[in-house]
């Protein structure tokens, strides 16, 4: 298993998850700490011997994430299970929602899954197809910085590969509704207020529109990728992440310590990750 338990816990400092069960705190509800732990740990880790599924969402992570992520006894932060939660929450709505439509023209949730080198396997859900429109949908929700850079990237033409959001919607594209002739993300801007809004112009929600790019480049996109992560398989040889990819939430000064907001919150690789541990001592933190 790859995530054995919560980091931090307030009673046991750590706990494997069994000990939620019987914890005399019970810091959440129990069922919610249990959908954390079943979305949690379901990815074992990668191995040259055998057959490595990697979802589409996670092929657009660093590697260092992917692998750190992969191995086992890694230590998860309930907080990342608070985000999970949140998207669920989102997604589970969306498609009670689509239950009175036609199902033949509202698609939901259609799975895939395709060997993309031998070994390894992409797969990935697309959230809706609306099949009279030809558009393809993605659900997500974001911090209002997020959202300006979406909003950014439209405005500015951005080409297809520069945001995930655009890669991810691309690869559903190709690999499940190729007849998609648009694609969309349905953003809900989770820490939007009035202030936000006056000062930035951005609405409590946001609709991106991205990029369609053509199946020969988003199918090379994928097969690098792939190698990529099979060449740190196959090596052991992790790549650090770039500050690209570690400043992508901004730094935050918390206890007068300034991490970047990625490690310390969003990355379920934190915990065993060496860079963070060296950005810890560095930036002081105990
Ligand atoms: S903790 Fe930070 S540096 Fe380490 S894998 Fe996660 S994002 Fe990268």
Known sequence: MPSIGFDPCPVYGRATFDKCDTCPSRCRPLPLMKTWENGLRIKPPLSKDSVNRIS??????????????????????????LWALDGTAMHAIAEKGAEGLDQSVFVTEKKFETEIIPGYILTGMSDLMERDRGTLWDYKKKTFLGAIELREAEKNKL???????????????IYNFPEAKSLKNYIIVRDWNARIGRETGLEKELIFNAPLASEAEVRLWVKTRFLKIKNMVDTGVVPECTRGDIMKYKEKKIDGVTLPSRCRFYCDASTLCPQFARMKANAGAT
């Not at 260092?64 to 309930?78: D, T, V």
């Not at 080409?159 to 594209?173: C, G, H, K």
């Open 56 to 81: 589409t969402t996670e092929s657009l992570d660093p590697l260092q994430k992917i692998w750190y992520s992969r191995i086992n006894e890694s230590w998860i932060s309930p907080s990342l299970g």
């Open 159 to 173: 080409p297809w590969d520069a945001t995930d959001e655009s890669v991810q919607l691309n690869i559903y594209r």
